[in-house]
């Protein structure tokens, strides 16, 4: 009797819903899946009315049984026209009804606000509300002269609905806008509907995302992005799309807790490894200086080398040390442990430019290059440049705890780095000193790729070039500029977490690879001069002083 009538409830409340004959069919049967028809509507104190689906029937969300699918459907429907005997008393429902003619001549505005609901917009109230924008060519091509708009603006919380299953992000304000005009589904329009979502400073490490309830997405329905272009901006989001439904702003974490937590461990294993292999290189480079002592070219090659994978020595200890002591240790500590961090970064970048700047003496400026105490002055620039910067941003307290947070703040990780409060310092000092290295490196790496392939065309290079060796030694110079740091302005977006594992690993295994590429690039000139890249420079040279 009581499925009965649910049954009976529901075909009176939602006229739309008896059209869904073949799939309802299965709310008259006494399936596993029963309870999915036992829907009622629950008096409040408040004399408000709210679906009571989450609590009497749980596996309604996840169900793919034919009840479940029929009451989804059906609360769809209902939250789509919004009718009288939901618009008025459900809590967390708010609707706007408009009639708009065919001849409109200009595009709808609609505001709206969780709080408040949609309604026509006021213009005091500029920058502070979302907006609604319909195109008026979507009007034009209807067939009836007057067509109803309905606009929905439901708080996602109270009526516990639209909830993805392994759902990571957040729905803006937990609120989601429906769109309907007429009775009739509108598609594949040439001029989108935008949709404004206002809101104030996000957290760091967020993505935003425009996204439609798709409910032929998964066994309940889910958040889709196709036919949507997000478009961001400093107070607020413009989604743009081609069709009408239920719209939200999914705020995506950068990090979840278990990524974090695995890419902590990658690292902290990656850095461990390539402490050892920043030693090894260190030691090879030390021996072949002592074994080549009257080649200056040579020497002042494995002296940048030395310091190079000196400053990745200190990056890797400086992390090791932070991850291990970030949590629970005094302000001043953590202060101090965060300009270690950062000076030991910007010591490896530094010392990457030198090497770009180094190899740009060797092959470009070969003819009449001296330098007085070379290296020493290299060694001033490297070690020095990176503690002014770090002296001048520890004076203005741009060092201290940074957490990483998920949307709702919960606390992912914590490090001694420059804090929240100073991301300007971040920018500048990382982010824009590295691009400008970066790019003055490629270029290097450009003319050094050119001047190598043209001396092997000419035959100036003898000796045994493997292929496979040459694509080692292009790949180890890459590496040996820093090009795989440009990978951190890729881990933005929905597909960061890819990016994040590959950056970590590379970058945690840079050591190894410089290492790799000495051994390939050195170790044959323990036993012959042909094929090394000192050969090759000073046959540049030579060939230079001729042709002046």
């Known amino acids: 009797m009581k499925l009965l009538l649910g049954t009976i409830l529901l075909l009176l409340v939602l006229p ?92 709808v505005l609609i505001s709206f606000s969780p709080t408040e609901g949609p309604r026509m917009p006021n213009m005091t109230e500029k920058g502070k509300a979302g907006k609604i924008q319909l195109p008026r060519e979507m009007f034009q091509s209807l067939s009836s002269w007057t067509v109803r708009v309905v606009v ?3 708080n996602i919380q109270q009526l516990r609905m639209f909830k993805e299953f392994n759902q990571t992000g957040q729905v803006l304000d937990n609120t989601v806008v429906g769109i309907t005009v007429g009775e009739t589904s509108i598609s594949g329009l040439r001029d989108p509907v935008q949709l404004t979502f206002a809101h104030g400073q996000l957290p760091p490490g967020v993505t935003r995302q425009c996204v439609f309830w798709d409910l032929s997405k998964g066994q309940a329905g889910g958040w889709s992005i196709s036919g949507c272009v997000t478009q961001p901006g400093d107070k607020g989001t413009v989604c743009s799309c081609d069709h009408l439904t239920f719209f939200a702003l999914l705020l995506n974490p950068a990090l979840d807790r278990s990524t974090a937590q695995a890419l902590m461990a990658v690292a902290t294993a990656g850095c461990g490894v390539a402490v050892a292999f920043s030693i090894f290189t260190i030691a090879f480079c030390i021996f072949l200086r002592c074994r080549f002592r009257l080649e200056e070219t040579l020497r002042i090659n494995l002296g940048l080398h030395v310091n190079l994978g000196g400053s990745l020595l200190f990056l890797n200890l400086a992390f090791l040390l932070n991850s291990g002591l970030s949590n629970g240790t005094q302000p001043w500590t953590c202060k101090v442990l965060g300009g270690l961090t950062h000076y030991c970064l910007l010591c490896c970048f530094t010392w990457t430019a030198l090497e770009g700047f180094h190899f740009y003496l060797l092959f470009v400026k070969v003819l009449g290059t001296y330098i007085h105490r070379y290296l020493a002055k290299l060694c001033l620039v490297g070690w020095g440049f990176p503690a002014l910067i770090v002296v001048v941003a520890g004076v203005i307290g741009s060092y201290g705890e940074y957490r990483i947070q998920t949307v709702d703040h919960q606390v992912i990780a914590r490090l001694c780095w420059i804090t929240s409060k100073h991301l300007l310092v971040h920018y500048i000092t990382n982010c824009g000193y590295f691009v400008l290295i970066f790019l003055f490196n490629m270029a290097v790496f450009g003319v050094v790729t050119q001047k190598s392939c043209c001396l092997q065309a000419t035959g100036a290079v003898q000796g045994d070039r493997k292929a496979w060796k040459v694509a080692l030694v292009a790949a180890g110079l890459f590496c040996l500029l820093g090009a795989t740091w440009a990978l951190m302005f890729l881990t933005y977006g929905t597909s960061s977490a890819p990016v994040l594992y590959i950056f970590t690993i590379l970058n945690s295994l840079q050591g190894i690879f410089i290492f790799i590429w000495l051994v390939v690039l050195y170790y044959p000139k323990t036993k012959e001069t042909t094929g090394s890249l000192s050969h090759i420079i000073r046959h540049d040279k030579t060939a230079t002083v001729s042709q002046d």
Do not use: I, M, Y
């Open 152 to 154: 929905t603006v439901l």
């Open 16 to 107: 739309d819903a008896a059209r869904e004959q073949e799939v309802c069919a299965a709310v008259g049967r006494r399936d596993r899946n029963c309870q999915c028809c036992n829907t009622e509507l629950e008096e409040r104190g408040d004399g408000t009315v709210s679906p009571d689906l989450p609590q009497r029937c749980l596996e309604r969300g996840h169900s793919s049984s034919p009840s479940c699918a029929c009451l989804r459907k059906c609360w769809f429907r209902l939250l789509e026209s919004a009718g009288p005997a939901l618009r008025n008393r459900l809590a967390g429902l708010k609707v706007l009804l408009l009639n708009v003619s065919r001849a409109v001549t200009r595009d």
